[in-house]
């Protein structure tokens, strides 16, 4: 069983920036596939950004504007948001993905096993 849980939310203002850090449990967290969902009020969780062996992997929406990076001697994965704007508001989750690997895209939820609580992040205008 795999915990994950992030931190690093808040209130910000348009243009603003944010750094979330998800921590995780387990022994082979390197070997974790990890990805960054978000999931605004009234709509569907969609995924954000997505960082394993093969490299990282980003929603055209966020794409220059957020860094997906991890800490495997911390086993933390962080997302750092800048140029933040009002849209981006959402409970943001992290999700892990273990081995063997789900055969699903990074961007499908379908493809993580492992899900933390979220962490709201609030843009204003």
């Known amino acids: 069983q795999v915990q994950l849980v992030e931190s690093g939310g808040g209130l910000v203002q348009a243009g603003g920036s944010l750094r979330l850090s998800c921590a995780a449990s387990g022994r082979t967290f390197s070997s974790y596939t990890l990805g960054w969902f978000r999931q605004a009020p009234g709509m569907e969780r969609e995924f954000v950004a997505a960082?394993?062996?093969?490299?990282?992997y980003y929603a055209d929406l966020v794409k220059g504007r957020f860094t997906i990076s991890r800490d495997n001697a911390k086993n933390t994965v962080y997302l750092q948001m800048n140029s933040l704007k009002p849209e981006d508001t959402a409970v943001y989750y992290c999700?892990?993905?273990?081995?063997?690997?789900?055969?699903?895209?990074?961007?499908?939820?379908?493809?993580?096993?492992?899900w933390g609580q979220g962490t709201q992040v609030t843009v204003s205008s």
């Open positions: 960082i394993s062996w093969t490299g990282s």
């Open positions: 999700a892990a993905d273990l081995p063997p690997y789900d055969s699903a895209w990074y961007d499908s939820r379908n493809k993580y096993d492992y």
